[in-house]
């Protein structure tokens, strides 16, 4: 299983960015997928989750209502629609793949992923 996320760049702060992320190496139909990120001297935190089969999503506080994630099955892609960016959102931002049940939506940012893909840096300026 292979993760590529692609999509950060340099945003001024309110601007927006969409995150990619293509998976490929199986079918993903049990998956649960995750945006994760980190920023400079800090630790990994969760961002936000999908089940591969679709439904609802799971967003961590500090992003939710600017953040969207979705999927897109025919391409084996899922995005984070970052809007309303600020300085804060600075980090790298990895995608991660687990192996589970929907059901374990709620608990995204506790499970331990299976795959991740190498990062792609978003940096906001003020």
């Known amino acids: 299983v292979q993760l590529q996320a692609c999509g950060g760049g340099l945003v001024q702060a309110g601007g927006s960015l969409r995150l990619s992320c293509a998976a490929s190496?199986?079918?993903?139909?049990?998956?649960?997928m995750a945006w994760f990120r980190q920023a400079p001297g800090k630790d990994r935190e969760f961002v936000a989750a999908?089940?591969?089969?679709?439904?609802?999503?799971s967003y961590a506080g500090s992003v939710n209502g600017r953040f969207t994630m979705s999927r897109d099955n025919a391409d084996n892609t899922v995005y984070l629609q970052m809007n309303s960016l600020r300085p804060e959102d600075t980090a790298v931002y990895f995608c991660?793949?687990?192996?589970?049940?929907?059901?374990?939506?709620?608990?995204?940012?506790?499970?331990?992923?299976?795959?991740w893909g190498q990062g792609t840096m978003v940096t906001v300026s003020s």
């Open positions: 999908i089940p591969w089969s679709g439904g609802s999503t």
């Open positions: 190496g199986r079918a993903f139909g049990t998956y649960l």
């Open positions: 991660a793949a687990k192996l589970t049940a929907a059901r374990m939506l709620g608990s995204a940012s506790n499970l331990k992923y299976d795959y």
